[in-house]
């Protein structure tokens, strides 16, 4: 049977030709960088996701951060987490839209170590449409709606399959983690070390740890969101996609191997558990705190990635594991806030199952034995993290310097005003 419509799509004539320089000849391209001149800068710091909601609230809440505070100073993706890895392609719109187009974003393996470059079983995890990967590629279709930043993904292969690999820009030819990573360390200062706040999967950390041998000595400290400890409690994790591995969390069994080096390495850890992350999941709460706060684009923006997930949560069965996005940011709270939010935190000697068996693969026990510790957070304030997570988002403070796609294709549909000499 002969599919007409198909057929249809696929002729010249009806084909797309999306250019933004001919619809908009007035797109200049611009590159937006703050100016920190005069200012005391705060600790450096590199933020490590897998491009999930809560990782782009996360990002969103750094960048919101006093610059006195934290210095956000890269951004390193894996590409075998939530995501496609060329859904980089929001990290550098949602960097444009709050003028750090200086922020460098590195990309990771798309597989987990040890495993095949095609075929890995862990990345299969990831459920299809309904949360992950389609649908994660958009953030739901709001991504359409972010300022386009002149920085694209492009992928190493591009030129094989007859795609210009540096477009217009050779200077931008996407970087890897890894170079990001050793750029950044060439510019610190001899007293400076990085802390890593690291949302995704452990792929990237461990190949900088296997990598660099020098990295435990630039690391200050690795607040870590992820992991569900096994103990006396017996509550489940939330890798809904493997019914038979009912203790673990997804940034632990999307790469096993690498959880193990990194967790049971020597390096300043603290954990912010599946546990604690249930409690800052409320969409309840997050909204009403985000009600009550000045609106400015990106309070505007998260609001709406929150009712929409919130929305689906409600009307369909696929998406019912939506507010597990919301404790992600947990770790880029208690990052910048600190004690603001009343943390209790417990020292506790931990060991990762990575044996290549799904059904264990990821588990977190309790390990007396274990030569390194790492400290949990156990529990904290939720009053507080939703006021500060609320009170950041609606400070009008280093906010977006440009608004929407839609302002942007203003912008560019007027000639430039020349300024009389």
Not at 127 to 134: A, E, R, T, Y
Not at 270 to 290: G, V
Not at 388 to 395: I, K, W
Request: hydrophobic share 40%; net charge negative; proline share 5%.
């Amino acid at each position: 049977m002969v599919n007409y419509d198909l057929q249809a799509l696929n002729r010249r004539e009806n084909s797309g030709h999306f250019n933004l320089k001919a619809q908009f000849p007035f797109n200049g391209e611009v590159l937006y960088k703050p100016d920190f001149k005069n200012k005391k800068i705060g600790r450096p710091i590199i933020i490590d996701m897998d491009m999930s909601p809560g990782d782009f609230v996360s990002l969103i809440y750094l960048l919101k951060a006093p610059i006195e505070v934290i210095n956000l100073k890269g951004i390193l993706v894996s590409g075998n987490g939530w995501a496609h890895v060329a859904s980089i392609d929001i990290v550098y719109d949602m960097l444009h839209m709050m003028g750090r187009d200086d922020i460098p974003v590195g990309r990771g393996n798309t597989t987990a170590l040890g495993t095949p470059t095609l075929g890995c079983n862990y990345a299969s995890i990831i459920p299809q449409g309904c949360g992950g990967f389609i649908d994660s590629d958009t953030l739901y279709g709001l991504a359409r709606s972010l300022p386009r930043s002149p920085r694209r993904y492009t992928a190493e292969n591009s030129v094989e399959h007859g795609a210009p690999r540096n477009t217009d820009h050779p200077e931008l030819r996407q970087p890897l983690a890894f170079e990001v990573w050793q750029s950044i360390k060439e510019q610190l200062d001899p007293s400076e070390k990085i802390t890593i706040l690291s949302n995704g999967p452990l792929t990237n950390l461990a190949n900088i740890v296997l990598s660099d041998r020098n990295a435990s000595s630039i690391i200050e400290e690795i607040y870590l969101v992820g992991g569900h400890i096994r103990d006396e409690n017996d509550s489940k994790g939330n890798v809904f996609t493997v019914p038979s591995n009912r203790y673990t969390e997804f940034n632990m069994l999307l790469d096993p191997l690498a959880a193990k080096i990194v967790l049971e390495s020597s390096l300043d850890i603290t954990l912010i558990p599946l546990i604690s992350q249930r409690k800052a999941a409320s969409f309840q709460f997050i909204l009403h705190a985000l009600k009550h706060v000045d609106h400015t684009p990106e309070s505007s923006f998260v609001r709406r990635l929150m009712l929409l997930l919130y929305d689906l949560q409600q009307k369909h069965r696929l998406y019912n594991h939506m507010d597990m996005f919301l404790g992600e940011v947990l770790g880029a709270v208690y990052l910048v806030e600190g004690l603001n939010i009343k943390p209790s935190l417990q020292l506790k000697s931990i060991s990762i199952v990575a044996n290549s068996t799904i059904s264990t693969d990821g588990q977190i026990v309790i390990n007396k034995e274990s030569a390194n510790s790492v400290k949990v957070l156990g529990d904290f304030s939720s009053e507080e993290y939703y006021k500060r997570v609320a009170n950041s988002l609606g400070n009008m403070k280093q906010t977006a310097v440009i608004t929407s796609f839609e302002e942007q294709t203003i912008i560019w549909s007027r000639p430039p005003v020349k300024l009389e000499g």
